[in-house]
């Protein structure tokens, strides 16, 4: 499995644009890239996915460049309700590997 | 949809008492998983299923077993409970990742908060 590393915390301030960049340089020619997000006292709720370039909707967007060996969550314009903690995970199910791992996350705090 | 559900929600055990977990889940999900989270930590999986009748090992099994008797419900079961397994317990499912016309997405249920004395 890939192994993924993102950083632990980031900071931000209400109305910014927010960057999370998840560094995954042995992705496999099957993995795709899955970001999940989770509040306090929540299970993780699914963001957004992608295998290339760019995919949007309308929490968040994607951006994997040409080497897929990185990718970055774009949050557009956060409030404090997007404090949570952002996963990225990295890999293939549908190949039959085994289940996608965790890791520990990267903490999104948004200060007023 | 009711969508995964978790039962109990809260619970404080004994050292070496037993008890088991129920997820249930009614969105027909081929694919079904157990994981704990630590303070601080993010998720581990403990085990998984990929369809009625089947379970497999994650990253932290030991201590705990699994079983699938019906494809909406997995349950999770402590023999003896130890400390070391105080946690926040997720259950989750998904689509069959075999398909790829779905997205590879986990539906999370709200967590059990088992606390072992």
């Known amino acids: 499995l890939a192994k993924t590393t993102q950083p632990i915390s980031m900071d931000s301030y209400e109305g910014q644009e927010v960057n999370i960049t998840c560094s995954h340089n042995?992705?496999?020619?099957?993995?795709?890239i899955t970001w999940y997000q989770q509040f306090p006292s929540q299970g993780p709720r699914f963001i957004i996915q992608g295998y290339k370039t760019k995919v949007t909707n309308e929490v968040a967007s994607l951006f994997i460049p040409a080497d897929r060996k990185s990718s970055t969550l774009s949050l557009p314009r956060v409030s404090l309700s997007d404090t949570a903690v952002y996963y990225c995970l990295v890999g293939d199910m549908a190949s039959g590997n085994t289940p996608l791992v965790f890791g520990k996350g990267t903490r999104l705090s948004v200060i007023a | 949809n009711a969508g995964v559900t978790q039962t109990p929600k809260f619970r404080v055990l004994k050292t070496g008492q037993s008890m088991t977990l129920l997820c249930a889940q009614d969105m027909n999900h081929e694919y079904m998983y157990w994981y704990r989270q630590d303070p601080g930590m993010g998720l581990r999986l403990i085990h998984y299923s990929v369809g009625e009748g089947t379970t497999a090992k994650g990253e932290v099994p030991d201590g705990y077993n699994v079983s699938r008797l019906k494809k909406q419900n997995f349950l999770l079961g402590l023999e003896s409970a130890a400390p070391s397994q105080t946690s926040v317990y997720f259950c989750a499912s998904s689509f069959s990742p075999r398909d790829r016309s779905y997205l590879d997405e986990q539906f999370f249920g709200p967590g059990t908060r088992l606390t072992v004395l």
């Open positions: 042995n992705i496999a020619t099957n993995d795709y």
